[in-house]
């Protein structure tokens, strides 16, 4: 389960205040999974979680288009990896077995972790660069 650290920090708080939001969502959804939570409420979790995914990429989206960032097309093509990913396990959550979801965590964990250390650390020194007075 991932916690979250200071080498998760982008250095642009909008969007470490939202990974911050995510590891606990995803900390809350491993913890459910783990202590054989009623389902639906793992369910639940998982949705928050997803709902809370979108939402971030959408705010970096917005951030990248405001900003000119070069990198925005490859930054997008990495978020539709993990959407897709979510996409599958969403629409046949009902069959998945618990098991399958924590090795689908396991994914999500592991596929933010190296987006956070290499596209969004790049994507926050951007943005830091775009909001510093005389840019």
Do not use: C
């Amino acid at each position: 389960m991932i916690e979250w650290n200071d080498s998760l920090l982008v250095g642009f708080e909008p969007i470490d205040a939202e990974h911050k939001a995510l590891v606990r969502l995803v900390g809350e959804l491993y913890r459910r999974l783990k202590n054989g939570d009623d389902r639906a409420l793992v369910e639940d979790a998982l949705f928050e979680v997803a709902d809370h995914v979108a939402a971030h990429f959408n705010q970096e989206n917005d951030l990248m288009a405001r900003s000119g960032y070069a990198g925005r097309a490859d930054h997008l093509f990495e978020h539709r990896v993990l959407i897709d990913q979510l996409d599958s396990v969403l629409d046949r959550v009902d069959m998945i077995p618990d098991e399958w979801l924590l090795q689908a965590l396991g994914f999500v964990e592991r596929w933010f972790v190296d987006h956070v250390h290499d596209a969004d650390a790049k994507l926050g020194a951007h943005l830091v660069a775009w909001t510093s007075p005389g840019r």
